[in-house]
């Protein structure tokens, strides 16, 4: 090679390391508007990954937790999980006729709701006994992979696992690019979740944490099984959720997401530790692209959480004016 | 630079390589004799991590587990928690005047050892809940840093932390570099481990899982705390050792370590799962370097888990024939 035509060649070397510095380095939350909810997110991740800022944290210590239903993905008209055990209870039903006529399986197969709610608690708890409990965690594994293939959003007609915020998965991949480890810490069910939240949300099976049902230990046909009993081993909701990030992850999360009363404990908590935190609620404020409610609603009531957060300076998104698109769909 | 210099530089390049690729590949368990049990580890470890070996895991499912009392550490004349307990009732001892005169607190804080047995499992439980339980995790975690920082074995006069066994450090370090993820999977306390179980295994807080106790959330002084019960949450033991892999991590692991009855069922869980699997079983083979013992061993029962591991193939290791040095200050 002529030294000229090093001369160039390094010339473009160095013009193409340019490009892929700034490649490298594009709006980490495109579907955010610019406002104050975007602007606290990236002040936070930039001040606390930052060699020698004060507010550095440890890359030990970056350990981001979100909850799910209504914070990484809706929760409306229902639970997404409280639609599926009412599905499985009509996929079941061949295999019970008796529910035909038995309560309240009949209201479910009639989709008679208003019986359904009159039952109550127990008739509730019924339903995800019959639905959570009595198979081995693969088969139940298998009837949520089932599920989230064929079933659709009533409202969208999208697969459940399409319900997802864009925004919310460009904040999960924006902290993990900045070396948090990111965790579901939810009060739907692990096993509901791991057959299909792995894959949506870039998060492996054992970072997902959630309520859990006790299970027994059985040999069947000479192969060892875990069968699901219908009986509650932990409630990851409120309280629960402190509890359940102590005893699983072994410290006190740096960065914490929800959306409801549900995760007050954990952002509280969250808050509580030494350093830099950062703590954010998402506000359904939008009633035309999603759903609108807090205070007065049944599912994911934000009421005292949404005080704390106002009195102490948490990041309250108002996802009408915060975010661009809801869904990844409808990414431009 | 003349040719000829860059063909010695090239020639140098290329030894360089050669000896940086011979030094990459030293015997990873150098504390291992040549023997059946270290061949079987090195092979599986070998043949599942080889693309387009028939045996080939994926990185994702390279899940290793690995029991603590008695497998990673020693735990003889007792497990050592129960010894940091009857340690801490001599320390907490001051603040309980009335402990002088009850039992079994006043068997303890009298080394009469015979008196506390004979207070049988309630006598346990109460020493237990007295030294395990109301004060916050917080509290608790700086009590067992205190104890391992300056509590001694009485056989070895060595720190608790340093009963570790060296052969078996190696073969975590093997598998981790070997893309395994690794797991503590304990009967012992979660929140009793943690302290200093990541420091002397390599293993983060979020991958050692054991027993837990209840705990309850509480604001004091304005600040939210968890404060331990004196209530169990969940045993890591026998059968709630596949339960709790089930819940925490969320697959069947490929790779199982234990030594004991209490670790049957997470070894035959193990074994269950499609594919190349490995199970080990560490033997206590050795009374003049550790100790000897185990079908009729009160701690560190090896009974039924040893004829399904002789039936079955796999891995038992002779602790006096397979391991040159036990612990780390032993190596040469």
């Known amino acids: 090679m002529h030294h000229s035509g090093r001369f160039f060649a390094s010339l473009l070397c160095f013009w193409v390391i340019c490009q892929a510095a700034h490649a490298a380095a594009p709006d980490p939350l495109p579907s955010w508007n610019d406002g104050p909810s975007k602007q606290a997110i990236v002040k936070f991740v930039t001040e606390t990954t930052r060699q020698g800022s004060p507010q550095y944290i440890d890359p030990a210590e970056r350990i981001a937790v979100f909850d799910n239903d209504g914070t990484l993905w809706s929760e409306q008209p229902a639970y997404f999980q409280a639609l599926f055990a009412l599905d499985r209870v009509k996929a079941m039903a061949p295999q019970h006729p008796e529910w035909q006529s038995r309560q309240p399986f009949k209201a479910v197969l009639e ?11 127990k008739g509730i708890v019924e339903v995800i006994a019959a639905t959570h409990a009595g198979m081995t965690t693969e088969e139940f594994t298998q009837s949520v992979t089932d599920w989230i293939a064929t079933a659709k959003h009533p409202r969208t007609g999208r697969p459940f696992n399409e319900m997802i915020f864009q925004p919310m998965l460009e904040v999960l991949n924006y902290v993990r690019a900045n070396g948090f480890k990111t965790y579901i810490v939810s009060g739907g069910g692990v096993e509901f979740m791991r057959p299909w939240a792995s894959k949506a949300y870039g998060i492996p ?34 309280e629960g959720k402190p509890a359940n990030i102590n005893k699983i992850i072994g410290r006190v999360p740096t960065f914490a997401f929800g959306n409801s009363d549900g995760d007050k404990q954990m952002l509280e908590w969250t808050a509580a530790g030494p350093g830099a935190r950062f703590m954010g ?6 009633e035309a692209r999603e759903w609108a409610y807090d205070r007065k609603s049944h599912i994911g009531t934000l009421d005292k959480a949404w005080d704390e957060a106002m009195q102490k300076g948490w990041t309250v998104v108002d996802m009408k004016k915060d975010w661009k698109v809801i869904y990844p769909w409808q990414t431009p």
Do not use: C, W
Not at 113 to 121: H, N, P
Not at 213 to 235: M, S, T
């Open 205 to 238: 099976p054992e970072q997902i944490i959630g309520s859990a049902g006790k299970v027994k230990y059985e040999i069947r046909n000479g192969r060892p099984v875990l069968v699901k009993l219908p009986a509650i081993d932990f409630v990851d909701d409120k």
């Open 111 to 121: 989709g008679d709701m208003k019986t359904l709610m009159a039952s109550g608690e």
């Open 281 to 286: 609620i998402v506000h359904h404020t939008d």
